[in-house]
């Protein structure tokens, strides 16, 4: 069995692989190009079996417990009244808010928490070359170390740079013609429970989200062609927001003088990562790094910890790391593809041009709002809720 396993990335897939990892055993070595663990993001939730892999880790009620106390979702008029409303489905968790909705940091830092005595983390370092001989992986990081791995697994993210040294050329990204910016903000009294979310016209939106800390957790999104913006500097990508939403109304004023003084400022354009295969020899991908689906499809964090599951199942029960890393992908691959089935119109659907599409998509919330829904994401997502069955694990 392979015992010695590095794990590049330390956020939602890579400390949820070690956490897994490391309660089989393994000696698990993570390494973040970060000087220290990343707090920050926004509301994200975990829904079905990415619940109950929390729930088989011990996690489930300490995720619950750190919840943002999220209510539900409104949509805004410039105004501030109500257009829509969606609450919580107290039963399912279901809807624009889930019942498991948590900070992103919040839930890294609990399976950080998770792993972090029995592991060893490395930050401030990444990996510069990985080589192969027939029994392990050579790994030199930037900053001169040399050592040997049974299996390197790859969470660094959509960006990641070993996927794109491993794997050149393979991906096959599908961009979604939308760009997101969320950072924290002072909370002011007006700020409550629920998702305030507002449409300006040309194709903008702006929203503001309760959390935990005594804080707002503020979003900007621009339905547009992508055109290289994710490799700007914060200071070119902030100055391009203000640009963008300098005359969008509602509480933009608010959250563009916050924007400056924010310091877990997150800006992404959106791409889905489409990888034909997510090993090659001794190193395999997971979490965004593998397959991103974006925060459009809803299921980026339940993705990263079922698949942070699985992955370290398999290696537990396989003596090659070619039949574990075989198993996991054989698993995965079809809850993965189900989750990435965005049809590129949703980010459109969301984000008006003029007014009367404003007025129309409120008049369609609405009407939504009114019946049982399962998700608003399904409505417009498509997918079908395959899922892993972890009961080959118990
Ligand atoms: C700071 C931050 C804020 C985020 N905010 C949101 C949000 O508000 N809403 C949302 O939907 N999603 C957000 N995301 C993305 C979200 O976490 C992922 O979509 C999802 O949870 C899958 O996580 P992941 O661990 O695969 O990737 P990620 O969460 O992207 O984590 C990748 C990790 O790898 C590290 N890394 C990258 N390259 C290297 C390298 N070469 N060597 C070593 N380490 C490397 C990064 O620093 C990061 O810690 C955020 C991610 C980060 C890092």
Redesign the pocket.
Known sequence: MPRRILI????????ATAASLVRHGFDVTV????PAF???????DVRGVGRDVLRRMGLEQAALDRGTGEEGTVWVEEDGTEAARFETDAATGDGPTAEMEIL??DL?RLLYDAARDDATFRFG???AAIAEDPHTAIVTFESGAIERYDAVIV????????RERIFAGENDPRWLDLTLA?FTIPRTPGDDRMWRWYNAPGKRSVSLRPDRHGTT?A?LSLQKQAAGEQDWDVGRQKAFLRRCFADAGWETPRILAAMDDTD?F?F?VLRQVRMPRWSSGRVVL????AW?AT?VAGV??T??VTGAYVLAEELARHDSVAAAFGAYEQHMRPMVEDGQAVPKIAPRLLHPSSRLGIRLLHGVLGIASQKPIRTLASKVAGGKGEEVDLSRYT
């Open positions: 590049t990335g330390a956020s939602i897939a890579g400390n390494v973040e190009r970060a990343r707090e920050g993001g926004q509301n994200i992103r940091g890294a370092d990444r990996i969470a660094e993210g959509v960006g990641s740079s070993t969320y957790r979003m877990d997150y992404d997971t979490g965004d790094a991103c925060p980026g964090a993705l990263a």
